[in-house]
């Protein structure tokens, strides 16, 4: 089957066979020195002087950073990319088909606004987001079945992946709490990662060489505590904004990004930054990412001296209600006690 035709019809506007270029497109060239905060997670657990110190300029100054040393081996990595590009290579309509009903996994595209249950959030068509997607949450996904022996086979790396996931998820966590001094009891910990809301999603986005199209994922914050991103090696298109000016996310292979989102922000009091960012589309070569989204549980109470007390539940259906209203997501400034007009 021709790559064009996986692709959602919608999206085949921009997406163009693949073609390898020997420099691979928008790739960063090594040499390029990289800016970003690079983080070892194990001198992170070990309580190291200089990586805590260096961890809490990265959650202040950027709301994001390099994780290295994180105990993923590099062969899911791989796997997964591999599993990944093959399922996305399938027909849009064998995808479609696959994900419909009651299932937990859904099929996206066009859009990476969904409700909780995984349906797509009506937008503008000014608003297309040239991307398509996965949505696995993971409490459910030991017990998803499908029929696409492709979707079942990357189910399982998932499932794995999501282990260490959640376990770099908490780590991340524990170690921001304690630079912030948050006193959260050990039990109570684990409502601000809520094991049970973890969210995978697996994103494939066309290449495109015409930039005035727009973008593969719009400017926004995450609504996350953090979200923990794998992509792929050598094809770039993350970009975050720091110091009003957009910096390339670079990929290098078998680290995570690591971005923290408004939950966290929120959580912290502002110290920390939820990170603004957004994906453009590599002008050569479509991109595949994989993000994983740790959230608290729904109904846990975020106190902040900077905004009323709300739930993440209230928090996302502002930010749904927003997105069918007024278009796009406003996010914590909707809870700011100062901004009661929006409200
Ligand atoms: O695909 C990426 O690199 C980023 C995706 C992202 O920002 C998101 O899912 O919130
Ligand atoms: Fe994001």
Same mark, same amino acid.
């Given at each position: 089957?021709?790559?064009?035709?996986?692709?959602? @019809?919608?999206?085949?506007?921009? %997406?163009?066979?693949?073609?390898?270029?020997?420099?691979?497109?928008?790739?960063?060239?090594?040499?390029?020195?990289?800016?970003?905060?690079?983080?070892?997670?194990?001198?992170?657990?070990?309580?190291?002087?200089?990586?805590?110190?260096?961890?809490?300029?990265?959650?202040?100054? !950027?709301?994001?950073?390099?994780?290295?040393?994180?105990?993923?081996?590099?062969?899911? =990595?791989?796997?997964?990319?591999?599993?990944?590009?093959?399922?996305?290579?399938?027909?849009?309509? +064998?995808?479609?088909? +696959?994900?419909?009903?009651?299932?937990?996994?859904?099929?996206? !595209?066009?859009?990476?606004?969904?409700?909780?249950?995984?349906? *797509?959030?009506?937008?503008?068509?000014?608003?297309?987001? !040239? *991307?398509?997607?996965?949505?696995?949450?993971?409490?459910?996904?030991?017990?998803?079945?499908?029929?696409?022996?492709?979707?079942?086979?990357?189910?399982?790396?998932?499932?794995?992946?999501?282990?260490?996931?959640?376990?770099?998820?908490?780590?991340?966590?524990?170690?921001?709490?304690?630079?912030?001094?948050?006193?959260?009891?050990?039990?109570?910990?684990?409502?601000?990662?809520?094991?049970? +809301?973890?969210?995978?999603?697996?994103?494939?986005? @066309?290449?495109?060489?015409?930039?005035?199209?727009?973008?593969?994922?719009?400017?926004?914050?995450? +609504?996350? *505590?953090?979200?923990?991103?794998?992509?792929?090696?050598?094809?770039?298109?993350?970009?975050?904004?720091?110091?009003?000016? !957009?910096?390339?996310?670079? @990929?290098?292979?078998?680290?995570?990004?690591?971005?923290?989102?408004?939950?966290?922000?929120?959580? %912290?009091?502002?110290?920390?930054?939820?990170?603004?960012?957004?994906?453009?589309?590599? %002008?050569?070569?479509?991109?595949?990412?994989?993000?994983? =989204? *740790?959230?608290?549980?729904?109904?846990?109470?975020?106190?902040?001296?900077?905004?009323?007390? =709300?739930?993440?539940?209230?928090?996302?259906?502002?930010?749904?209600?927003?997105?069918?209203?007024?278009?796009?997501?406003?996010?914590?400034?909707?809870?700011?006690?100062?901004?009661?007009?929006?409200?």
């Amino acid at each position: 089957m021709n790559n064009l035709e996986s692709y959602p @019809p919608i999206l085949r506007h921009v %997406s163009h066979p693949r073609h390898h270029s020997p420099d691979g497109g928008d790739a960063i060239h090594e040499e390029e020195p990289d800016p970003l905060p690079v983080i070892d997670l194990e001198c992170l657990t070990h309580d190291e002087t200089k990586t805590k110190k260096a961890f809490e300029e990265a959650c202040k100054h !950027w709301g994001l950073f390099r994780l290295v040393n994180h105990g993923v081996p590099s062969t899911l =990595f791989s796997q997964l990319q591999h599993q990944a590009k093959q399922l996305f290579s399938l027909s849009f309509e +064998s995808k479609q088909a +696959s994900c419909s009903g009651s299932n937990p996994v859904t099929y996206f !595209w066009g859009t990476p606004a969904l409700t909780p249950s995984g349906t *797509v959030l009506t937008t503008a068509p000014q608003n297309i987001n !040239w *991307v398509e997607g996965f949505n696995m949450p993971l409490p459910h996904l030991s017990q998803f079945q499908s029929q696409l022996p492709q979707l079942h086979s990357f189910r399982d790396s998932v499932v794995e992946y999501g282990e260490h996931m959640s376990r770099i998820g908490r780590r991340l966590f524990e170690a921001m709490a304690k630079n912030l001094d948050l006193n959260i009891e050990a039990s109570s910990s684990s409502s601000y990662v809520a094991e049970n +809301s973890g969210i995978m999603r697996i994103y494939r986005y @066309p290449n495109c060489s015409n930039s005035d199209v727009g973008l593969g994922m719009e400017v926004h914050t995450d +609504s996350s *505590v953090v979200s923990i991103l794998s992509q792929e090696n050598e094809v770039s298109g993350l970009e975050l904004l720091k110091d009003h000016q !957009w910096l390339t996310v670079k @990929p290098i292979s078998n680290t995570l990004i690591v971005n923290l989102g408004d939950m966290m922000q929120a959580i %912290s009091d502002d110290r920390y930054k939820s990170v603004t960012h957004r994906v453009k589309l590599n %002008s050569e070569r479509e991109r595949i990412s994989i993000c994983y =989204f *740790v959230f608290p549980d729904e109904d846990l109470q975020i106190q902040s001296s900077k905004y009323k007390p =709300f739930s993440y539940k209230q928090f996302r259906a502002k930010v749904q209600q927003d997105v069918k209203t007024v278009g796009y997501k406003v996010g914590l400034p909707r809870f700011q006690h100062t901004h009661d007009s929006l409200n």
